[in-house]
């Protein structure tokens, strides 16, 4: 077992004897993660240390500017967060640094910019029945050619698909959909009303905002439906906030379901 002690010799062993200490550990090998042959697959929750150092052709980029590349799966009627940000030395990426590529590897979205001077974001949406592949790519460096071991940034993947288990249209009961962007900033959304079976029945879309709220009578688009919500959005992670209100009007009570995402 090694143990932090000798860990920290060993890295001090490599920097000694002039081997590259590389943050970015997916460049090793003989399956570089630099390309649509990656295989650096991520998972909601997700969170990896890159750099952009430029390696010797070892390293499969034959001492070309790096690239690194991401494999995400899209479940169905769902959304998701690719994030980069915590930029170290001189990497200052562009929104054309971060692009989101479909398998044949054709530009679908390039990142918005969050935070000026480091926090780029791809915010997407499958509404489609199947699952959709996509490719994450970041290159672009500000450095370039002199990239080195410190230019480094970190990633991190979500799924940011909010859920309601439960609207009741049926009998005399009404449900409304209050759902507010917390976000400072525009993005869009859109509601997938699912049968108790699981089928949609519904999907409205929306825009919103910054700090809008959308107050949706989900009778007018689910009539004699009951069900559950799924909410797919490019406003990122954590970046709705809501809940579903069930009217009984024969007796004046109300129930009330909070909208949710997966937890971190």
């Known amino acids: 077992m090694i143990t932090k002690r000798n860990a920290a010799v060993l ?16 460049d090793f090998g003989n399956d570089p993660d630099i390309g649509p042959g990656t295989d650096n697959a991520l998972f909601h929750g997700s969170e990896q240390v890159h750099d952009l150092a430029v390696g010797p052709s070892s390293f499969g980029d034959g001492g070309l500017p790096d690239e690194d590349w991401y494999l995400t799966m899209a479940r169905p009627f769902s959304s998701y967060q690719f994030l980069v940000d915590s930029f170290t030395g001189d990497l200052d990426l562009t929104v054309t ?17 969050l935070e000026a001077g480091g926090a780029l974001s791809l915010g997407w949406v499958n509404a489609a029945a199947v699952d959709e592949t996509s490719y994450v790519r970041v290159r672009g460096a500000a450095c370039g050619s002199t990239c080195s071991t410190s230019d480094t940034y970190r990633a991190r993947f979500h799924d940011t698909t909010y859920t309601v288990p439960r609207f009741n249209n049926s009998g005399s009961q009404a449900t409304v959909l209050l759902v507010q962007n917390a976000t400072d900033r525009s993005c869009s959304l859109t509601a997938f009303f ?17 700090h809008e709220l959308l107050v949706l009578a989900s009778a007018s688009v689910a009539p004699n439906q009951s ?17 579903a209100v069930s009217v009984e009007p024969a007796t004046g009570f109300t129930f009330d379901t909070l909208v949710l995402h997966r937890p971190h």
């Open 194 to 210: 699912m049968s108790n079976a699981g089928s949609m029945v519904a999907n409205p879309s929306f825009s919103l905002g910054a």
């Open 227 to 243: 069900g559950s919500v799924r909410i797919a959005h490019t406003c990122g992670y954590g970046g709705l906030s809501g809940k």
């Open 11 to 26: 890295l001090v062993g490599a920097t000694l004897l002039g081997a590259p200490v590389r943050a970015d550990v997916w």
């Open 97 to 113: 640094g971060l692009q989101r590529l479909d398998p044949s590897q054709v530009v679908q979205q390039d990142a918005a910019i």
